[in-house]
């Protein structure tokens, strides 16, 4: 390879590096080139699987400065996958993939510039998807939102309940309760009496 490719591959390395939330090294030896396709295939959306030539990628690393996530591992058949979208769904189709062919080995990986060992890789894909964590989130806010309408209604239907009350009250005491309190309370003078 010439100098020039290189350098091209290593400065497209980097960038990966840079621009992806977080990617995993494998090892990929004895794997077929259909299963390293159908892993492609299952990564899809989420990230790219790459092979690797490992002294590019450790200079690529390096200049990324993220090379101490991978110190000693560039040794033997590599391929890294550089995760652009959701990192849960890539570590789970990677620990999938490697459950169903053990050849793959998941050496280690960064996320947000941050080492990140192989049980730490099966950790993530533990998680729950993005979707569904804020579908749970969406679902508790609407609860909390509830409770707060109930919290706001409650002094109206209290009130309500109470005016109704009256109300009844008012309408079996009858009509006649309501002309004799409505009736003023007049002074009467004994008859045929004049006053001086």
Do not use: C, H
């Given at each position: 390879?010439?100098?020039?490719?290189?350098?091209?591959?290593?400065?497209?390395?980097?960038?990966?590096?840079?621009?992806?939330?977080?990617?995993?090294?494998?090892?990929?030896r004895?794997?077929?080139?259909?299963?390293?396709?159908?892993?492609?295939?299952?990564?899809?959306?989420?990230?790219?699987?790459?092979?690797?030539?490992?002294?590019l990628?450790?200079?690529?690393?390096?200049?990324?400065?993220?090379?101490?996530?991978?110190?000693?591992?560039?040794?033997?058949?590599?391929?890294?996958?550089?995760?652009?979208?959701?990192?849960?769904e890539?570590?789970?189709?990677?620990?999938?993939?490697?459950?169903?062919?053990?050849?793959?080995?998941?050496?280690?990986?960064?996320?947000?510039?941050?080492?990140?060992?192989?049980?730490?890789?099966?950790?993530?894909?533990?998680?729950?998807?993005?979707?569904?964590?804020?579908?749970?989130?969406?679902?508790?806010?609407?609860?909390?939102?509830?409770?707060?309408?109930?919290?706001?209604?409650?002094?109206?239907?209290?009130?309500?309940?109470?005016?109704?009350?009256?109300?009844?009250?008012?309408?079996?005491?009858?009509?006649?309760a309501?002309?004799?309190?409505?009736?003023?309370?007049?002074?009467?003078?004994?008859?045929g009496?004049?006053?001086a």
């Amino acid at each position: 390879m010439a100098n020039a490719q290189k350098d091209a591959a290593i400065a497209e390395l980097t960038e990966k590096f840079r621009s992806s939330g977080a990617a995993v090294l494998t090892e990929y030896r004895g794997l077929t080139v259909d299963q390293l396709a159908q892993l492609r295939k299952n990564l899809r959306g989420n990230a790219t699987y790459s092979v690797v030539k490992n002294t590019l990628t450790a200079r690529a690393a390096k200049e990324a400065g993220v090379e101490s996530a991978f110190e000693g591992q560039f040794v033997g058949p590599n391929a890294i996958a550089f995760v652009e979208g959701d990192p849960v769904e890539a570590a789970k189709g990677l620990r999938d993939f490697a459950k169903e062919n053990p050849l793959l080995v998941i050496k280690g990986g960064i996320f947000d510039g941050n080492p990140l060992s192989p049980e730490q890789i099966n950790q993530l894909a533990q998680l729950e998807s993005r979707e569904v964590l804020l579908g749970k989130l969406a679902g508790a806010m609407k609860a909390q939102l509830s409770q707060a309408a109930q919290l706001f209604n409650a002094p109206l239907s209290q009130t309500a309940r109470v005016v109704d009350a009256l109300r009844q009250k008012v309408e079996e005491q009858g009509p006649q309760a309501s002309a004799d309190e409505a009736a003023p309370a007049t002074e009467s003078t004994p008859e045929g009496g004049d006053e001086a």
